[in-house]
Every structure is written in C-alpha cells, then in structure tokens.
C-alpha cells in the first residue's frame, strides 16, 4: 500500500486531487473519498521519509478544508454559552487513544445520525503509545471527509501539565498543536500548587503565573483570527476551592494583561471529578466561575465510581463540557442526544 516513487504518488492523486504550487483542487470528491482517501492516509502515517508524511498530511488538511472541513476553537462558543446568547448545552469530549481514524469514522456518523453539531476531540497524554498532533489531526480530519462530515472539527491537547518551571518545554509542545490544528488547548497547572501556604493567592501564585505566560504565548502564534480556546484544568478537594478561584482569575487577568494587553484570555474551567461527593462541589463551584467571571466549566469522569442516573442527569448541570471516560464512550450517542448542539 506504500508508494515508493513520486509516479506512485501522481497515481494515487490522478482524477481525485490537482496541486498546484501551494493550492490544491479536488476534481473528483466520490472517488477521494471512495477509493483514495485511505491509502493516502496510510501513506501519510507510514511513509518512511518524515518530509513525505508532512506532505501528505498538509495534502489532507488542505483536500478537508475543500471540503469543507476545517479544524476550529470553541472559544465564541464558550464566550456566548457564558453571556446567556446561546442554549444550555453539554459538549462530549471523547479521547480516540486507539486506531483515531477508524473510531473516528464512527464518532462522524454518531453526530450525523443524532444531529449533533459539536464533539471536542481530545488528544491527551495517558497513552503511551499516543499519536502525535500532525498525525492525530491528519486521521480526523481523514475521518470527517471520509463520513461525508461538512464543518468545524474541535481539537483539544490535553497533554500540557506542567510539573515544574517547564514554560519552554509547554511552549513547544503548544506550538506543534498549533500548528496541527488543535484551537482548543487545556492547561493543567494542578502541580505548581502549593496548598500548605495559609494564603489562596500564594497558594496558585506559581500556577496562575505559569498559565498566563502560555496563554499569552498562544495568542501570539496561533493564526489571526482563530481565537483559541484556552482552558484551564483547576484542582478540587478543599474548603477553599472557591477563594482558590477568584485568587487565581484575579491574578491571572493581571499577569496576563502585562504579558498579552487586553485580549481574550481564559476561556473555560476544567474540572476532575472522581466520586460524586466531587460532583457537587463541581456544580458550586461552575456556579462561581459563571456568574462572577462568566467562565463556563467542564468535567473529566475518568472514574467508574458513577450511578447511570448521574451520567443522564450531567445535561441538567451547569457543565459546558464532559470529557467522558473510557468505560461511558458506549453510550456516546444517547449523550450526544441529550447534550449536543441540535
């Protein structure tokens, strides 16, 4: 299935995909879609000369995006959801660890046949053998095309925790999600917290420092006029979670606007929630951040320690955003249903 001269390529494209210099014509969709897409994608994963498999997955992007396809922020989304300009809803967040592209394939068809508008794919760090930004970006957009999917594809890198001062390390990693598409990053400064100090602010001095000086860096690479959400993992589990918050959206703001001036900033809070003593406290403290800061906030359910009842009552929380663990990804589509953009 690889090609191993340039005539292999020209044959693989032939009566489906025209390049021209920086531009690319798609002549035929059917039989890109069809008959080509798969082995251009398997050539742009396994082809042995890295400059080849950039080609080809920057040859996906491009044939997506003439399609219609296109990797987007959900940034706007967050900022309406938080002004009341939009309906109550729940986006899925989904983490396709194995084969991206086949379970891709089926996450398309479930939003085409539930009608749901948005589905946060999550690429994150709890797989060892994960795939890299390019290569999981170039299998979903593959999977969007292949399903006949039209629209905005939500990407999220959920691998940037920080467990010391590690901002140039951060900020590479940003830069080649960036550059792959994922508009839609997620901090986790949790670590850099110091919770033995008596002080909140001091407490989340080095975490809201650190994030502010990534998030600044964000908005200075990511593309003109994308808006990248940026979204913040916060820590819960003490009676101060609250005054943690404020201490750390205040100082933040503050750090921020030296770094970036007056440009968005933070654009969701990110909560992990592992019993549902958590869950409650999860609920108090969505409330705070939306009617103080306007700031939605999303949950991670990576446990198992959940009644059904729980998952089917998350659409009526003030949740814009569960990232679901592996054990509900089979029920997507009854998720999907209840909580997704109709």
Not at 38 to 62: G, H, M, S, T
Request: aromatic share 8%.
């Amino acid at each position: 299935m690889l090609f191993h001269r340039a005539s292999g390529l020209e044959g693989l494209l032939r009566g489906c995909l025209e390049v021209h210099g920086s531009s690319v014509r798609i002549v035929d969709a059917h039989r890109l879609r069809e008959q080509r897409l798969d082995a251009l994608l398997y050539n742009a994963l396994f082809q042995p000369e890295e400059k080849v498999r950039y080609f080809l997955c920057w040859l996906i992007r491009q044939a997506a995006a003439g399609n219609a396809i296109h990797p987007a922020s959900l940034g706007g989304l967050y900022a309406k959801v938080a002004r009341g300009q939009a309906p109550k809803f729940t986006i899925p967040t989904i983490s396709l660890h194995a084969m991206p592209y086949w379970a891709g394939r089926s996450v398309f068809r479930a939003m085409r046949e539930v009608g749901c508008g948005a589905v946060a794919l999550s690429l994150d760090g709890s797989a060892e053998s994960a795939p890299s930004p390019l290569e999981y970006a170039t299998c979903l957009l593959a999977a969007a095309m292949r399903e006949g999917y039209e629209g905005p594809v939500f990407l999220e890198a959920d691998f940037l925790c920080a467990d010391s001062d590690q901002t140039g390390l951060i900020q590479e990693l940003l830069e080649g999600a960036i550059n792959a598409g994922f508009f839609n990053v997620l901090l986790d400064p949790r670590r850099l917290e110091d919770l033995t100090h008596p002080d909140p602010s001091a407490q989340v001095e080095a975490s809201y420092t650190f994030c502010a000086a990534l998030a600044s860096f964000v908005r200075q690479i990511e593309p003109q006029g994308v808006g990248s959400a940026i979204s913040i993992r916060f820590g819960l589990g003490d009676a101060n979670t609250a005054l943690r918050l404020r201490a750390f959206v205040e100082g933040f703001d503050r750090e921020f606007v030296r770094r970036a001036g007056h440009v968005p900033g933070i654009s969701r809070f990110d909560l992990n929630v592992r019993s549902e003593l958590d869950l409650d406290a999860a609920v108090e403290l969505a409330e705070v951040a939306r009617r103080e800061y306007l700031l939605p906030t999303g949950v991670d359910l990576p446990g198992t320690s959940f009644a059904d009842e729980w998952l089917e009552a998350l659409v009526n929380m003030p949740f814009a955003q569960v990232h679901l663990g592996d054990w509900l990804k089979a029920r997507v589509s009854a998720i999907l249903g209840q909580g997704g953009i109709k």
